[in-house]
């Protein structure tokens, strides 16, 4: 049989394509030896001898393991020294068996049941001194073949066809059985035995993982790249058997918005920080249901069931790092017992019916309170109920039934929201305390100008925007506080502006907004904008009774935008905008004169003189004619 495999194997050695039998497996040409009758899995070495010469036997030939590299005599005179400076780099485990005699080696291999996927490289040395003299059982691997090449970086490799036909027939000329590893399986050289290999994925195609959190616990997500172990559903749903599968899920965060969930599911992770529920029909949340969830940091439940039965009393006392807290939409009447480490609560749009002495306490971090929509007014709010919240710098109370400022506001409020209430009057000592204010917003209310005490806010060195807008003043209010930036009084009945008004101001107004009033022809007078002159940059006067143009304006230097439109103005006399007597461009950069009753060929050609860009400049279309004309 050797005599008929031999020149078979050197014809098939003298076909192959250059370079083929160097990137598919070891050489042909090492030394290989019979196969023994009781197993052809099984390669016995033959006792140590020199090389051949060429008459059609093969003889060994090192290889360097470099594809790039030629070997000596791998398509040349096969009768040619091979290289003494070249050997084959060590492979894990060769060590080992160079020292196991011929048997043992067999019976080590005997456990492998299936071929590897991967082709050795050769361990060889040069023929000369002592290492010619070793068994040649450390030269010799048996033949492989596999179907499945090994998977580098999760991807699985593909075989060209030629050559693994190549070691298909060497195989069978050899009588080795073919075989291929257990799918999901690799081999370890030199370690013997099949293993089950970790799949790793590089984001390529759409399956579910699970992701663990750095706290032990484990939730479903979409691939990251490589390092992430895949994993199959059910694993997944064991981590959170009770989530609807439209549930959005996080690396800390679980968000289940309107799903029509009717209760909060039992979740276990000290790794979670996000919940989002809103949106759905949660009526009922007992003291227990927290409790798996201690780093849980933002809870939103708005647009529930929740009502003062079905939420229990201490259901968010456990929740020691909870930082938000989103109550609103639901029924509640009372304020729930809360963390001490909250920072902000909203409780909008329920049916609170006050505010008592204990319903913040301990809560002196919360920065942020929002209860409008509620059913507060003047007679259930405790003059104490703010008194623990030391660090509130925003307060939002739009939408009650409130006649006045609440009394005992926190020191540190800087934002105070109580638009769409029912107040008549700011008394002198309602915001005495409230010296960081910085913006107050008392829109949509019935104030008048009689019933603002003189010196109810002239001493809040902070207040920068006051909105007075949408109440019931006839003029400007005076004694405004000094370092006011914005004034928003539209949507009044506003006939005039006192003179010297704002000339207590430093440095003065910025944003003046005086629109849908009733100002008229003698409502405003030449030192109405005094004090304003170096600050006002915007000033809204459209949707009034004006019949010309307003006095004063030439001496607000820093105006910006000026907005005169839907008014009764007929003319625009030289000198109103632009001061021609003065070789000085305007800072105007938007002027609007639409809707009024302008005659457009009656406007002198220098009345816009002093503006830069005349498109700037609107001024059509007139009251009574089309906006094409």
């Known amino acids: ?40 899995h099984t390669l016995r070495p033959p006792p140590p001898s020199q090389p051949r010469t060429p008459d059609g036997q093969v003889r060994p030939i090192p290889r360097n393991g470099d594809p790039d590299r030629p070997e000596d005599g791998a398509h040349g005179d096969p009768a040619q020294p091979p290289a003494p400076g070249w050997k084959a780099p060590a492979r894990p485990g060769l060590a080992q068996r160079k020292e196991l005699p011929p048997a043992a080696w067999e019976q080590e291999q005997g456990h492998n049941k299936e071929p590897s996927t991967e082709w050795a490289q050769p361990q060889a040395t040069a023929a000369a001194g002592a290492e010619a003299a070793k068994p040649q059982a450390a030269k010799l691997r048996p033949l492989q073949a596999s179907r499945a090449p090994r998977a580098q970086d999760g991807a699985v490799a593909g075989e060209k066809g030629q ?37 790793r994925s590089q984001g390529h195609g759409g399956s579910s993982i699970l992701r663990t959190t750095g706290h032990g616990q484990k939730r479903p997500g979409s691939s990251q790249g490589p390092g992430h172990r895949l994993a199959d559903l ?19 965060a679980i968000a289940c918005g309107n799903v029509k969930m009717k209760h ?87 049916l609170l019916q006050g505010l008592q002495h204990s319903s913040f306490q301990g809560l002196s971090q919360l920065l942020t309170l929002e209860v409008e929509g509620n059913q507060l007014h003047d007679g259930n709010i405790s003059p104490l109920a703010f008194q623990p919240l030391r660090s509130l710098v925003y307060l939002r109370l739009d939408r009650n039934q409130l006649r006045t400022i609440p009394p005992g506001l926190p020191a540190s409020l800087q934002e105070l929201h109580l638009s769409t209430n029912a107040i008549e009057e700011v ?95 003698d409502g405003i007078h030449s030192v109405s904008f005094l004090g304003l002159h170096a600050s006002l940059a915007e000033l809204l006067l459209d949707h009034n009774q004006l019949q010309a143009i307003p006095r004063g304006l030439l001496g607000l230097r820093r105006l910006q935008v000026l907005r005169l439109s839907h008014n009764k103005i007929r003319y625009v006399p030289l ?55």
Request: glycine share 8%; charged share 20%; aromatic share 4%.
């Open 1 to 40: 049989m050797k005599t008929m495999l031999l020149p078979i194997l050197a014809l098939w050695v003298g076909c192959c394509p250059r370079g083929a039998l160097a990137k598919q497996g070891p050489s042909l040409r090492e030394p290989m030896a019979a196969p023994t009758p009781g197993s052809l």
């Open 427 to 521: 008394s002198e000592g309602a915001l005495n305390r409230s010296r960081n204010l910085r913006v107050l917003v008392l829109s949509n209310n019935q104030l008048q100008e009689d019933r603002l005490a003189p010196r109810a806010w002239i001493d809040l060195p902070k207040l920068e925007t006051l909105d007075l807008s949408h109440n019931r003043l006839v003029h400007v209010p005076s004694f405004l506080p000094r370092g006011l930036r914005h004034l928003t009084l539209h949507h009044n009945r506003i006939e005039r502006i006192p003179g010297y008004v704002f000339a207590h101001m430093k440095p003065g107004l910025e944003f003046l907004h005086l629109s849908h009033n009733s100002l008229g022809a």
């Open 163 to 199: 050559g693994r036909k190549a070691r298909v027939r060497e195989a069978r000329s050899r009588g080795l059985k073919l075989g291929r590893p257990p799918k999901g399986s690799s081999h370890q050289p030199g370690r013997g035995g099949w293993r089950q290999k970790k799949d």
């Open 575 to 629: 000198n109103s905008i632009c001061d021609t007597r003065v070789a000085q461009d305007s800072n105007l950069i938007s002027t609007h004169l639409e809707n009024n009753l302008i005659d457009r060929r009656r406007i002198p050609p220098t009345a816009f003189s002093c503006i830069r860009a005349y498109h700037s400049v609107v001024l059509q279309p007139q009251q009574g004619e089309g906006e094409g004309s």
């Open 264 to 350: 909060v599911p039992a979740l276990t992770d000290p790794g979670l920080t996000t919940l989002y529920l809103a949106e759905n029909e949660i009526a009922k949340i007992p003291a227990h249901t927290f409790l798996g969830l201690p780093n849980l940091e933002w809870l939103d439940l708005s647009k529930n069931k929740l009502d003062a039965q079905g939420l229990h009393p201490h259901a968010f006392k456990n929740l020691t790092r909870l930082k938000r807290l989103n109550l609103d939409g639901n029924s509640l009447s009372t304020v729930p017992a809360l963390p001490t480490s909250l920072q902000e609560l909203k409780l909008n749009d329920n």
């Open 234 to 252: 059910g694993t997944a749903e064991q981590a959170v058997p009770s989530l609807p599968a439209s549930c959005l899920l996080a690396r800390a």
